[in-house]
Every structure is written in structure tokens, then in C-alpha cells.
């Protein structure tokens, strides 16, 4: 099961990028040997492209800083 923070990372890639159902299950099914972050992994195996990588990296950077902002 996923933490919060990366369902959010999967909502995110879902409805802001257009990351297919099919490329998260594969991601997420890779993840678990590699232990890369999902967004890594799916440009790793070209299913986003760099400007999507980007987003998705900005995005998570802003959620880490909210997260240790609160508490």
C-alpha cells in the first residue's frame, strides 16, 4: 500500500500530467524491487517525458516543504 504523500504524487500525475492507469500500475509494480519514486520510474521506462518529470519534481519539492512547514 502507498503512503499519502504518494497517492497525492499519483492523483497529481493522474489528473494534472495525464499519466495513464496502466503506466501507474506499472510503475508502482516496479517500485517495489527498485525502490524509486514512481515519478523517476516512469520516465525511466519513457511512460512521461521530461516536462512531466519536471512538473512532477516541482510538485514533489513543494509537498515535502509544506509537510515539514506544518509540523
Not at 511512460?47 to 519536471?54: N, P
Amino acid at each position: 500500500m502507498s503512503s499519502p504523500s504518494q497517492q497525492q504524487l499519483i492523483y497529481y500525475l493522474q489528473s494534472d500530467l495525464g499519466v495513464s492507469e496502466k503506466a501507474i500500475d506499472l510503475a508502482l509494480r516496479l517500485q517495489q524491487p527498485l525502490q524509486g519514486p514512481i515519478h523517476i520510474l516512469l520516465w525511466q521506462y519513457g511512460l512521461i517525458d521530461i516536462e512531466q518529470l519536471g512538473k512532477a519534481i516541482e510538485w514533489w519539492v513543494n509537498e515535502r516543504e509544506d509537510v515539514t512547514s506544518r509540523g
